[in-house]
């Protein structure tokens, strides 16, 4: 007979999906909502081949338990108070026992309701929900508009960030509701901040205008996150992340940013604020690029200037004609490049060919193309290109990479 140690050693293998139980950040360059739904998918197949374990008996299902209760997804409101009662009845069963409730094993819980419409009795539920999970470490949070809510203000329920502060908030490595509907306002996600001092990855570029319309001078303070590795923001509310110290760094540990530049850029004095204090020490710099090309270079400048230590550019643009020609880079050895505009037509693949015949990039080892449908149309049009076309490009000193990191043209 096979004992119980061996049968959980196979449950792990069986079900382990590298990087949903990690605190790293993602290893994606995709825009996070395309990256998002492949992490949600490998997310799903995981719970099916959990949930077949523990249908086989019920040895096998009193044994998968520990995995079932590992990550949680929440797609629909109904099943809320159903898990809710579930909890409640593994809480009853463990009280005064020796046993363990299966909660205690929950490190991810996402919660992503796309059609569902939630009143509010039900974000109370949630709130009830999360205070089951003490040792949760990674929440995503993606939340519909409450039903004749202020369409303005989308604030997400309070209790549910009080619920995770006091419940798991030391435990707490990740916090995502960039793709949320209802966020915190800027009160609550302090409120967050400072009972998260673990907190790896936040992905909030997106507050709420706080209730009461407070004064910058009686808002709370930003507090120094000692631990925290990657943030998002967007410009128009990079405000909310600037302490009152202005060339204080409160983000010692930050490596990664991620920011998303939409117009009008009447922020840009918060952007440079926020990089001339915090990004001495980032190596990697996802850049979300709305504005027109022009304004590219500046944005370069201002990334050479304060981050000497950046090795890595990950820039999504509207179109491939926002690359524009005779840009400079930082001294980077990686530049990954996205077109969120699909099927382009195939001068635009021209502006990008001659877009990396003129840049100039002392350091740049290789540039990826991170999509695939980009890769297809980009070696489609390279067969059209003259030799000496062909030249100029192999005359650069780096490679380009299908999404893949494969080599699609060996240069220099």
């Known amino acids: 007979m096979v004992p119980p140690e061996i049968w959980l050693k196979i449950f792990h293998f069986a079900t382990d999906t590298p990087g949903l139980l990690d605190y790293g950040p993602s290893q994606s360059d995709l825009p996070p909502v395309l990256a998002k739904e492949q992490e949600l998918q490998l997310l799903r ?16 299902g009193e044994l998968a338990t520990e995995f079932l209760y590992q990550s949680i997804l929440i797609t629909r409101v ?39 419409q939630c009143d509010t009795a039900d974000y109370g539920i949630l709130a009830d929900v999360i205070r089951y999970f003490s040792n949760l470490a990674i929440v995503t949070l993606s939340m519909p508009i409450l039903p004749f809510n202020d369409h303005w203000l989308r604030q997400l329920h309070p209790e549910i960030i009080v619920s995770l502060v006091e419940t798991c908030g030391p435990s707490l490595r990740v916090f995502d509701c960039a793709e949320s509907l209802l966020r915190p306002c800027r009160e609550d996600l302090m409120l967050l901040l400072a009972g998260a001092p673990n907190l790896r990855i936040l992905r909030c570029p997106i507050c709420s205008p706080t209730p009461g319309d407070r004064s910058p001078c009686s808002r709370s303070d930003v507090p120094v996150m000692e631990n925290l590795e990657s943030i998002s923001l967007m410009s128009v509310f990079l405000r909310d992340y600037l302490p009152r110290e202005k060339n ?130 980009f070696l489609h049009c390279l067969r059209s290109l003259s030799q000496d076309e062909i030249d ?10 299908d999404h893949e990191g494969r080599a699609i043209l060996l240069v220099g």
């Open 78 to 116: 109904r099943t809320l108070l159903p898990l809710h009662e579930a909890l409640q009845r593994r809480a009853r069963a463990a009280a005064g026992t020796t046993g363990t409730h299966p909660a205690r094993w929950t490190r991810r819980l996402d919660v992503v309701i796309e059609y569902d």
């Open 392 to 401: 100029g490009l192999a005359s650069k000193a780096f490679r380009i990479e």
């Open 248 to 377: 204080k760094n409160h983000l010692p540990a930050l490596r990664r940013l991620t920011y998303g530049c939409i117009s009008p850029p009447f922020f840009a004095y918060a952007w440079k604020s926020f990089v001339k204090s915090s990004c001495s020490a980032v190596t990697c710099i996802t850049l979300d690029f709305s504005f027109q090309g022009d304004s590219l270079q500046s944005e370069l400048d201002l990334l050479s200037e304060c981050c000497p230590a950046l090795d890595k550019l990950v820039i999504h643009f509207r179109s491939w004609t926002e690359f524009i020609p005779h840009l400079a880079l930082p001294p980077i050895s990686r530049l990954r490049i996205h077109s969120k505009l699909a099927k382009a037509p195939a001068f635009h693949y021209c502006s990008l060919l001659y877009a990396l015949t003129t840049l100039t990039a002392s350091k740049l080892g290789s540039v990826r193309l991170i999509h695939a449908n980009a890769v297809d149309e």
């Open 45 to 60: 197949d995981s719970l099916i081949t959990k949930q077949s374990l523990a249908l086989v008996c019920r040895t096998w």
